[in-house]
């Protein structure tokens, strides 16, 4: 068993990064000339995967578009003439978004330009989502009774309890991010960006943090059934060595269900639409979170005199967690509602309800406020004063203020002073008629970057005066009326070779490509930078 363990620790990097989606890998070889009046010239080899095909979208200004399906694929050029090449990857289910590449002479390698920048600090974004969601789940009533009980445990059991608790929390990590990556084989990346749009998984999820909400209110108690961690403790008990440590942390894992459920699903929903190493690298920053206490106590046992006991200070957390637990379910629930078009989450309503969660959360703080010790006092004032300051700040945006902060999770305000289109087909028609340009906006009611994107450039008055020059076409990729977004979403895999969101296509009256596509981006003036009108 212990060399067991120790495999998956050393394999453990390498499974994460085997999750990366790269169909398409390419590479350079540098021709000498033959004689002394031909030139040096490139060959460009292009290697794919077995089940998928290669879309070359363009070789420089050039438009190509050819679906390429041999392995593998070459291209040869003077060394003078290389261009950058624009491509994506596809197979019976996704296609990847475009990336271009770039031939370097000194590497004699391509190297990709944008893309991967940005999904790299997406996945950092995940990772500290993660990270945020394990620390609050080590105060939850569910976890943080079990760290003296557990670190006493392995203190008692051995001269190297230090050393096994360590092991402890490893197992914690494995069992996580273990669960990220079985999340991840299991579904694929098409399928986890459809799950953190899909309109039932979005009221599932709304209803299940509803319930959670409930049961930290004290309406009710949520738990396993107890022959479940009973079972897992006295097998641990009765082993010895690491298989008996793992046991452990399986015990805390379903011991610890009903207050990390909620956090760990909202988690991986949120991952699901960023990419396919997304869940497990959020689960990576939670289950690193959660496992700390575990082994700091263990090997600083004097810090577990000084650790404040369960007690009033827990129900209040469990409140708090409340309130923010039925603010963030409004999210799911806005997402279905955009979705399906019943109109019963408007904006308004919305904001309304924040205001009351955070509001609420200072009420409920300031009750009883002199009954508590000073320390606890100080420590209340410092959530009271951001969450009413946070509820203030709310308020204008009923009467229709932009209120930025929310952007993310509120359902969009209408931006004023601009014509959109809905269909692709009649905005290019307009386009032909009137003979403007086009800006094409691939954008989803789940998607949590495209909200952003219209709150901070979109309805930026710079940008609406540059945009009056477009005719603009909104194509919401997860509208499931009608087959409205299978239909857009259809568009943007065959046509622009790309399945992200948000998308921007900029096109002549004739429905030609002015320019690279726009991903996202939070900065008015490189959107600007981006238009060529």
């Not at 002479?105 to 997406?122: F, H, T, V």
Request: proline share 5%; net charge neutral.
């Amino acid at each position: 068993m212990k060399r067991l363990i120790t495999i998956l620790l050393c394999l453990l990097p390498f499974m994460v990064s085997a999750q990366i989606v790269e169909p398409v890998r390419w590479s350079g070889e540098e021709l000498p000339a033959v004689d002394a009046t031909a030139v040096d010239s490139v060959r460009l080899t292009a290697t794919i995967q077995p089940g998928w095909h290669m879309t070359l979208i363009a070789i420089g200004e050039q438009k190509i578009g050819e679906e390429i399906y041999e392995s593998p694929y070459t291209l040869t050029f003077a060394k003078t003439e290389v261009k950058p090449i624009r491509y994506n990857g596809c197979n019976d289910q996704m296609c990847t978004a475009p990336e271009v590449w770039e031939y370097q002479e000194a590497s004699l390698q391509l190297s990709p330009k944008g893309k991967r920048e940005n999904a790299g600090a997406s996945l950092l974004m995940i990772f500290l989502l993660g990270l945020l969601g394990g620390l609050l789940a080590i105060f939850t009533p569910c976890v943080w009774p079990i760290i003296p009980m557990t670190v006493s445990f392995f203190l008692k059991r051995t001269d190297q309890g230090a050393r096994n608790a360590v092991l402890y929390g490893l197992s914690i990590i494995i069992i996580y991010v273990g669960l990220g990556l079985l999340i991840t084989v299991i579904f694929g990346a098409s399928a986890l960006n459809d799950l953190s749009t899909n309109a039932i998984v979005n009221l599932f999820f709304f209803a299940l943090l509803v319930v959670f909400a409930l049961s930290f209110f004290g309406l009710f108690e949520i738990t396993l059934p107890d022959s479940w961690s009973t079972a897992i403790d006295s097998k641990a008990r009765s082993t010895g060595g690491l298989l008996s440590i793992l046991l452990m942390a399986f015990t805390l894992v379903i011991v610890s269900f009903s207050c990390t459920g909620p956090i760990i699903g909202t988690l991986l929903v949120e991952a699901a639409g960023h990419s396919l190493l997304a869940p497990t690298i959020g689960m990576l920053g939670f289950a690193i979170a959660l496992a700390l206490p575990f082994s700091l106590f263990a090997m600083f046992p004097q810090w577990m005199k000084q650790a404040p006991k369960s007690g009033d200070w827990m129900t209040s957390f469990k409140v708090v967690l409340a309130f923010l637990e039925l603010a963030l379910s409004l999210k799911f629930l806005s997402v279905a509602d955009m979705a399906y078009g019943w109109g019963i989450l408007p904006r308004w309503l919305f904001i309304s309800i924040w205001i009351v969660c955070f509001m609420g959360i200072g009420v409920y703080l300031l009750w009883n406020i002199r009954s508590v010790p000073v320390v606890r006092k100080i420590i209340r004032a410092a959530v009271i004063i951001p969450s009413v300051a946070f509820a203030c700040y709310l308020v204008p945006g009923l009467w229709g203020a932009p209120v930025k902060a929310i952007s993310a999770f509120a359902p969009p305000m209408a931006i004023e002073g601009r014509e959109v289109y809905s269909d692709y087909d009649e905005g290019l028609a307009y386009a032909r008629q009137t003979g403007k340009p086009v800006i094409i906006d691939f954008t989803g009611y789940g998607c949590v970057n495209c909200r952003k994107m219209e709150a901070y450039v979109l309805d930026d008055d710079s940008v609406k005066a540059r945009l009056a020059n477009y005719v603009f076409i909104e194509l919401f990729v997860d509208d499931k009326r009608d087959g409205i977004g299978d239909k857009n979403s259809k568009i943007q895999r065959e046509q622009f070779g790309s399945n992200a969101q948000p998308y921007f296509v900029q096109l002549d009256a004739q429905g030609n490509s002015l320019a690279e596509p726009m991903a996202f981006t939070t900065d008015p003036k490189e959107f600007i930078k981006w238009l060529k009108y």
